[in-house]
Nanobody, 125 residues
């Protein structure tokens, strides 16, 4: 019943920026932990970033730390992933994920209950 719709993917040159958005079809958005994952061609899906459901505290994978920023707007019921200084190895399908009733950082794929269909991000060298 919960649907997540991602947007903002596209083709960008190395060093450029993109901002992904995810709008879940939920009631009280503040009650949900939100996360971003990505899957490169031939690779397993990996954790990228997460924001807690209470105060929006964030946690990042080492591969994107310092370059990506996850944020959430509870009033707009939207989570964002600002991606700066993009590299060719950032090329992947990016997925938005959500889970309710969890505290702290959620980094395991299996702990998320709902997933978007993904949006393609391609970074050229």
């Amino acid at each position: 019943q919960v649907q997540l719709v991602e947007s903002g993917g596209g083709l960008v040159q190395a060093g450029g920026s993109l901002r992904l958005s995810c709008a879940p079809s939920v009631g009280t958005f503040s009650g949900w932990v939100m996360g971003w994952f990505r899957q490169a061609p031939g690779k397993e899906r990996e954790f990228v970033a997460t924001a807690t459901r209470n105060d929006g505290s964030t946690y990042y994978a080492d591969s994107v730390k310092g370059r990506f920023t996850i944020s959430r707007d509870n009033a707009k019921k939207t989570v964002y992933l600002q991606m700066n200084s993009l590299k060719p190895d950032d090329t992947a399908v990016y997925y938005c994920a959500a889970v309710r009733f969890k505290l702290g950082f959620v980094v395991r794929e299996r702990d998320y209950d709902y997933w978007g269909q993904g949006t393609q991000v391609t970074v050229s060298s």
